[in-house]
C-alpha cells in the first residue's frame, strides 16, 4: 500500500495482532496472514463501493463489524469441551452445595475426641486440601450470577497500540542526553584519576587499571559512539526500521560480549575495594541485557510471516 493507506493498515495490523494473541502458537502465523489479506481485500472493497480512500472510520467499521477478536479467534479455533455441560450446572451447584456441608459434619469428630493418625490426617489436611476448588467454583457461581442479573455493556473493540515502529522522540532526546552526561562523567573521572596526586584519596579509590585504559576502556568509548549514533539517527527519522533494529540487536550482543571482557578479562580498577563488586555488577548487566534480547526477538515472533509454499510437482 501507499503511504496514504499507512494508518488503515496499523489498525488492521493491531486488530490481527490481538485476535492471534488468543490463538495457539503453531496457528498464529497462518491465521494472521489469512486474515489479514482478508481484511485488506474487504477494506479496498469498501473503499471501492464509497469511492473514496479508505480512513480509520471505515476501517474502526470493517473491522468491529468483523467481530470481537475474541469471537474471530473461537471461529478459528473453537473451545475446547467445558468442564461442565450447560444442563448440568444446576445439579454441580446442588452437589457442591451439599458436599461443602458433609465436608463440615465430617470434620467435627475432629474436636470431639481422638483418633487415629489417618484421621486426623482426613478431617485436617485431607478434607482441608478441597477448600481451593470450592473456593474457585463459589466465586464461579458468583460471578455468573452478576452477569446473569446485571450484564456488561457489549465490549467495543479498540486498537491498543497503532504504530509500533513509531517511538517517543521526547523520550529518547531526553535518554540521548542522559547518555551523554554518563559518558561525560566517567571520561571525566578516568581523566581526573589519571591527572590527579596518588595520594588524593578519591583518586586511589576510582584509578582504573593501566591494563584496562590501554585496551578495553578504547573498545567501551567505540561502543558508545555507535550508540549515540543509533539514538540520533531513531530522533532525526521518528521511528524503527528493519535497519536499526538490526543494528540494535547487534549492538546488545556486542554489548553482553564486551562486559564479559571487561569483568572477566582483568582488573578495571588499582583498589581492590573498588574492583572487587565489578565483575557481579556487570555479570547482572550481561543478564539483563540477554533478557531483553529473548524478549525482542519473543515479541517479533508476533510478526506475520509469509507461509511457506508448498513446492509444485514437477511434471515427467
Not at 48 to 62: F, N, S, Y
Not at 111 to 126: E, I, K, N, Q, V
Request: hydrophobic content about 50%.
Amino acid at each position: 500500500m501507499t503511504g496514504q493507506f499507512a494508518k488503515p493498515e496499523a489498525l488492521i495490523e493491531s486488530y490481527v495482532a490481538d485476535v492471534m494473541k488468543r490463538l495457539p502458537t503453531r496457528q498464529r502465523n497462518d491465521v494472521g496472514f489469512e486474515l489479514r489479506a482478508l481484511l485488506r481485500e474487504d477494506l479496498r472493497g469498501r473503499s471501492a463501493d464509497a469511492g473514496r480512500l479508505p480512513d480509520d472510520e471505515m476501517t474502526l467499521q470493517l473491522l468491529r463489524g468483523f467481530g470481537h477478536p475474541d469471537e474471530v479467534a473461537a471461529r478459528y479455533h473453537p473451545p475446547g469441551a467445558p468442564i461442565i455441560p450447560a444442563n448440568g450446572t444446576r445439579a454441580f451447584a446442588w452437589a457442591s452445595f451439599i458436599g461443602v456441608g458433609l465436608q463440615w459434619a465430617g470434620t467435627l469428630p475432629a474436636a470431639a475426641g481422638d483418633l487415629s493418625p489417618f484421621g486426623r490426617w482426613w478431617t485436617t489436611y485431607g478434607l482441608g486440601a478441597l477448600w481451593w476448588p470450592g473456593f474457585l467454583v463459589t466465586v464461579t457461581m458468583i460471578a455468573a450470577f452478576i452477569r446473569q442479573r446485571w450484564p456488561a455493556a457489549s465490549d467495543v473493540w479498540k486498537p491498543k497500540r497503532i504504530d509500533r515502529d513509531q517511538i517517543n522522540r521526547p523520550l529518547y532526546a531526553l535518554g540521548l542526553a542522559a547518555a551523554l552526561a554518563g559518558i561525560g562523567v566517567w571520561i571525566a573521572l578516568a581523566w581526573w584519576a589519571v591527572t590527579t596526586t596518588s595520594d588524593a584519596p578519591l583518586a586511589q579509590v576510582f584509578a582504573f587499571d593501566p591494563g584496562f585504559l590501554a585496551t578495553r576502556a578504547p573498545v567501551v568509548l567505540l561502543y558508545w559512539m555507535a550508540s549515540l549514533v543509533l539514538l540520533i539517527v531513531l530522533i532525526l527519522e521518528g521511528r524503527w526500521r528493519d535497519l536499526t533494529r538490526m543494528f540494535d540487536m547487534g549492538l546488545k550482543i556486542a554489548c553482553c560480549m564486551l562486559l564479559a571482557w571487561i569483568a572477566f578479562g582483568g582488573r578495571v580498577f588499582v583498589a581492590e575495594a573498588t574492583n572487587a563488586p565489578v565483575a557481579g555488577i556487570l555479570s547482572l548487566l550481561i543478564i539483563g541485557l540477554l533478557a531483553d534480547v529473548a524478549w525482542t526477538l519473543w515479541q517479533r515472533r508476533e510478526r506475520i510471516r509469509p507461509p511457506q509454499d508448498v513446492p509444485a510437482q514437477q511434471g515427467g
